[in-house]
């Protein structure tokens, strides 16, 4: 199945889009620091299984508008991309599978606007309920006085100019770190004063069989031409987004929803799928898989695939 490409105007910005397939329609959300391309196993075996499915390169990434301002990377320009992408294309709601900072947005989006959102398929980054105070206090609590890359990302120039000195080279980095070859306890544990996000990974000694060195070349064209200020600035809205959703506190996901990561994912540390216990009603899944990183869809595709279109399938 010919994956398509197309900009559509959405919230204010123009939006790259890959599509492939009709039918029911499937948003596919990618995290940080990759692009649509990240869901290049997920397109064709959507559409051939009669799914619409639909990559955009998010906000601030790839050939979609990169605003200046910081604020304009907060969770309601977020959800508004999506939801004016929706509406370009002539769809009422959709099924929304988001991987990394994806499903943060798809888990916010389905509280945001609920009659927009069919379901939810969340990889890597579980349901977190919100917390009594900023997410900016509770990491500076928990990490004391070591290093946390969120932190060291809240300050604009530092993080942007490290990344982009050699962006190829930041991104196997980042991308092998945190694959399942690696496991969970791969980052060394350094004082936060004086140190940099690369510091905190192993020089990779080759890239896993799961990252081609074509795939590695694409991301890393792109982040060259672009740089990482985009990216980063949805990290520096993470106190922003708990302000402006004061409203949702208590909130629970009500849609149908499935959970898919690898059991060496790091995130797993910080946010296990044990968090969403009363806050996702109708969860369906929750598969952990086996010798699997951060990078779930693109280290296991085939059987990512198969659980999408499993729990799509019980949705038609």
Request: aromatic share 10%.
């Amino acid at each position: 199945m010919e994956v398509e490409h197309r900009t559509v105007e959405t919230n204010g910005i123009s939006m790259h889009v890959a599509e492939a397939g009709s039918g029911p329609p499937v948003v596919l959300l990618h995290g940080f620091p990759e692009l649509w391309y990240s869901w290049r196993h997920q397109l064709p075996a959507l559409a051939d299984s009669g799914f619409r499915a639909v990559a955009p390169d998010q906000r601030g990434y790839g050939r979609t508008d990169r605003p200046e301002a910081v604020g304009d990377y907060d969770i309601l320009h977020l959800s508004a991309d999506l939801t004016g992408l929706l509406d370009e294309l002539g769809e009422e709601r959709a099924v929304f599978v988001g991987h990394d900072w994806g499903a943060i947005v798809a888990w916010q989006l389905a509280l945001l606007a609920p009659d927009r959102v069919r379901a939810v398929a969340a990889l890597s980054v579980p349901f977190i309920p919100r917390s009594p105070v900023t997410p900016t206090e509770l990491m500076r609590a928990v990490a004391g006085d070591r290093f946390f890359y969120i932190l060291y990302f809240q300050e604009a120039g530092p993080a942007d100019r490290e990344l982009s000195r050699d962006p190829r080279a930041a991104l196997a980095r980042i991308l092998v770190s945190s694959s399942g070859e690696r496991g969970p306890g791969t980052f060394r544990r350094l004082p936060a004063e004086g140190t940099g996000y690369l510091e905190t990974m192993a020089e990779p000694d080759g890239l896993p069989a799961w990252l081609a060195d074509e795939d590695l070349e694409t991301y890393a064209a792109e982040f060259a031409r672009t740089g990482f200020t985009g990216a980063l600035s949805w990290y520096r809205n993470f106190d922003r987004n708990w302000q402006l959703t004061e409203h949702l506190a208590g909130a629970k996901v009500r849609q149908p929803a499935l959970f898919v990561a690898g059991d060496r994912d790091p995130v797993l540390r910080m946010t296990p799928p044990a968090v969403m216990e009363g806050w996702v009603e109708d969860l369906r899944g929750s598969i952990i898989l086996s010798g699997c990183g951060h990078w779930t869809q693109q280290e296991r595709p085939d059987e990512v695939n198969r659980a999408l279109i499993g729990f799509l399938n019980e949705l038609v």
